[in-house]
């Protein structure tokens, strides 16, 4: 949600770890489920492990 997001850019944070689908979402994330912007330091990280459809799969495995 908007509010949601721009909570997190006023924070500044390193990183914004999540765990829900954004298949609606205007962020484009890539393959791995990570959304850098080039205008803001927060790496978004979506660690969801359901699909859209609330079938499981492995998930993101992402380095630090």
Do not use: P, W
């Given at each position: 949600?908007?509010?949601?997001?721009?909570?997190?850019?006023?924070l500044?944070?390193?990183?914004?770890?999540?765990?829900?689908?954004?298949?609606?979402?205007k962020?484009?994330?890539?393959n791995?489920?990570?959304?850098?912007?080039?205008?803001?330091?927060?790496?978004?990280?979506?660690?969801?492990?359901?699909?859209?459809?609330?079938?499981?799969?492995?998930?993101?495995?992402?380095?630090i």
């Amino acid at each position: 949600c908007k509010s949601l997001y721009n909570r997190v850019l006023e924070l500044n944070i390193k990183y914004h770890i999540f765990g829900h689908c954004h298949s609606n979402s205007k962020l484009m994330f890539n393959n791995n489920g990570i959304y850098k912007s080039e205008k803001f330091k927060t790496i978004f990280i979506n660690a969801a492990c359901l699909d859209h459809s609330g079938k499981f799969y492995q998930g993101h495995l992402i380095e630090i």
